[in-house]
């Protein structure tokens, strides 16, 4: 559909609210124009595949959420098909509060950052925990657990107010990119110095 999250997150408080802040005609409006269905393109497959860690919320017995970050090299979280995505669950301290959140309540939402390039994806689904030797990382860790989550909806977010943040990597890179642009202009540079007659250029 459409609009999946919407289904999802415009709950009739919600919709209240929206209505008393001026904004039911703008959600109208984006239940029929704004991107954000129930499956995973090839957009949102390399997104997700070339993320290092993501957010993620699950909600207690207690009707309490808890939010908490997943990281690891990129490719740990992959794609399975356009409706599934999984991740290796490494050890962590034991408390087990989300695992044991979605025990008890399999709805899980997701929120992907990509800060240099302003960009977000927020994922909602269902997840089931599969215990059991031999589950690893793409780096070869071992893990505990397998979490597959089966994705009801889908939303690229707006832009607007992410901070531009880069990660240690990521600003190695941008500075070697850089530094050799860099180097391309002083040859450049050179050249055309060298290309000039005698005397055409300023002593001082």
Not at 73 to 85: A, K, M, N
Not at 181 to 197: D, H, Q, S
Request: charged share 25%; hydrophobic share 40%; glycine share 8%.
């Amino acid at each position: 559909m459409a609009l999946a999250f919407a289904d999802i997150a415009f709950t009739p408080a919600v919709r209240a609210r929206q209505d008393r802040l001026g904004s039911g005609r703008y959600a109208a409006f984006l239940e029929e124009d704004r991107q954000g269905g129930d499956r995973l393109g090839e957009a949102e497959r390399a997104f997700i595949e070339e993320r290092d860690g993501f957010y993620q919320a699950t909600v207690s017995e207690t009707g309490w959420p808890y939010v908490q970050f997943r990281g690891g090299t990129p490719g740990f979280l992959r794609v399975i098909d356009d409706r599934t995505i999984a991740y290796a669950d490494l050890r962590g301290n034991r408390q087990y509060l989300s695992t044991g959140n979605l025990d008890g309540n399999d709805r899980i939402s997701l929120i992907l950052m990509d800060y240099p390039n302003a960009r977000r994806l927020k994922i909602w689904g269902h997840a089931v925990t599969h215990e059991g030797e031999g589950a690893e990382a793409p780096d070869g860790t071992p893990a505990e657990r397998v979490v597959m989550i089966h994705v009801a909806a889908i939303d690229w977010n707006c832009p607007r107010h992410i901070p531009r943040r880069y990660t240690v990597e990521e600003a190695h890179d941008a500075l070697a990119r850089l530094q050799r642009e860099n180097e391309v202009l002083k040859a450049e540079t050179l050249a055309l110095r060298r290309a000039l007659p005698a005397g055409a250029l300023p002593t001082h």
